[in-house]
C-alpha cells in the first residue's frame, strides 16, 4: 500500500496563475481533508470530504475549491494564487469510523511569488 | 471554543535525559486525543490515540498519557533519531461524523548527542 499520495511536492506559481492538488489514497478510506502548514500557525483545515460525494468547509476555505472525484481522490484547486497561499500543503484521510486517526501524505510545498 | 495548547515550543535535551511534552485541550465532549511525530520536509506520521482519561499507550521511548484536561508525551532516554516536532490533535464528539482534527501548534524536539 502507497497510504496517501500527493501530486506535486514542490510548485512554483506566480500571482493570478490557478493549479490543481491531486491526493489519492488506497486504504479505503471514506474521509479526506486539506490542510495548510504555515510556521507558527500549525495545521489549519481548509476542506474536507466526510464520504464520496460531500465536501465541507473547514476554518480557512477562501481562495480554493476542491473536488472528491471517487472514493480514492481528492482535488484542491487555486483558481487565483495569491502571496498568502504560500504553504505546505497536505492531504490526509481517515476510516470515517473507529479508530478516528488521520493519515498524511507527504506534502506539496507551493510558493507564490 | 475547542483549543488545543502544546508547551513547550522547543525542547533541548541531551542524549539520554528524559522530558515531558504537554498537551492541553478544551473541547466540548473529547472523542480522542491523537499524537504525531513530524520530520522536517514530511507529513505528520500518527503516534497514538487515547480516549479516556488514565489510559496510556507505549512505543520504544515514548508513553503517551491522558487526563481530562491534558496528554503528556514522555520520552525516556532519548536518543538523536528521536528529534522531530511532535503534534497533538483532538476530535470531539461533535465531530465524530466528520473526523475533523484541532490541532496544537507543535513542540520541536532536539536530542543532542
Known amino acids: 500500500n502507497a497510504g496517501v499520495t500527493q501530486t506535486p511536492k514542490f510548485q512554483v506559481l506566480k500571482t493570478g496563475q490557478s493549479m490543481t492538488l491531486q491526493c489519492a489514497q488506497d486504504?479505503?478510506?471514506?474521509?479526506m481533508y486539506w490542510y495548510r502548514q504555515d510556521p507558527g500557525m500549525g495545521l489549519r483545515l481548509i476542506y474536507y470530504s466526510a464520504s464520496e460525494g460531500t465536501t465541507d468547509k473547514g476554518e480557512v476555505p477562501n481562495g480554493y475549491n476542491v473536488s472528491r472525484l471517487n472514493k480514492r481522490e481528492f482535488s484542491l484547486r487555486l483558481e487565483s494564487a495569491a502571496p498568502s497561499q504560500t504553504s505546505v500543503y497536505f492531504c490526509?484521510?481517515?476510516?470515517?469510523?473507529?479508530?478516528?486517526?488521520?493519515?498524511f501524505g507527504p506534502g506539496t510545498r507551493l510558493t507564490v511569488t | 471554543e475547542d483549543q488545543v495548547t502544546q508547551s513547550p515550543e522547543a525542547l533541548r535535551l541531551q542524549e539520554g535525559e528524559s522530558s515531558s511534552l504537554n498537551c492541553s485541550y478544551t473541547?466540548?465532549?473529547?472523542?480522542?486525543l491523537f499524537w504525531y511525530r513530524q520530520d522536517p520536509g514530511k507529513g505528520p506520521e500518527f503516534l497514538f490515540t487515547?480516549?479516556?482519561a488514565g489510559e496510556e499507550k507505549e512505543k520504544e521511548r515514548l508513553k503517551a498519557t491522558l487526563t481530562k484536561k491534558e496528554s503528556f508525551l514522555h520520552i525516556t532516554a532519548p536518543k538523536p533519531e528521536d528529534s522531530a516536532t511532535y503534534l497533538c490533535?483532538?476530535?470531539?464528539?461533535?465531530?465524530?461524523?466528520?473526523?475533523?482534527?484541532?490541532f496544537g501548534q507543535g513542540t520541536t524536539l532536539q536530542v543532542k548527542p
Open positions: 487515547l480516549y479516556s
Open positions: 490526509a484521510s481517515t476510516p470515517g469510523q473507529p479508530p478516528y486517526e488521520q493519515y
Open positions: 490533535a483532538v476530535q470531539a464528539h461533535g465531530s465524530s461524523n466528520t473526523g475533523k482534527l484541532i
Open positions: 486504504m479505503n478510506h471514506n474521509s
Open positions: 473541547v466540548s465532549g473529547l472523542r480522542g
